[in-house]
């Protein structure tokens, strides 16, 4: 069985690297400023990628990295809605980066 080869990128194309630096902040993890993709809120509002939010509190102390206030995984609800916000932008950033690249 061969496994299909990926069309070549152009050169200058715009990659997923540049249209994930240009993320948003809301929809980009407080702690590292990575996009999300399994999005956390905690209870002051604060977007996380839950697997980052975890290395943090395994290797600080359990509060939150931005307001300072008391804060354990427990605390914070999984985000469908902004889960779903980054797949639109990026689904729609990328339609528009194709577009300018096919100029």
């Not at 290797?59 to 469908?80: F, I, K, N």
Request: with cysteine.
């Amino acid at each position: 069985v061969v496994a299909p080869v990926a069309a070549p990128v152009p050169l200058g194309a715009p990659g997923l690297r540049d249209l994930v630096r240009g993320a948003p902040k809301d929809l980009r993890c407080a702690i590292d400023g990575k996009l999300l993709c399994d999005p956390v809120v905690s209870p002051g509002g604060v977007a996380f990628e839950r697997s980052t939010l975890v290395r943090w509190l395994q290797t600080h102390s359990p509060e939150c990295p931005v307001t300072g206030a008391p804060l354990s995984l427990a605390d914070c609800q999984r985000s469908l809605e902004l889960r779903r916000q980054v797949t639109e932008w990026v689904r729609g950033e990328g339609r528009q980066r194709h577009k300018a690249s096919c100029r």
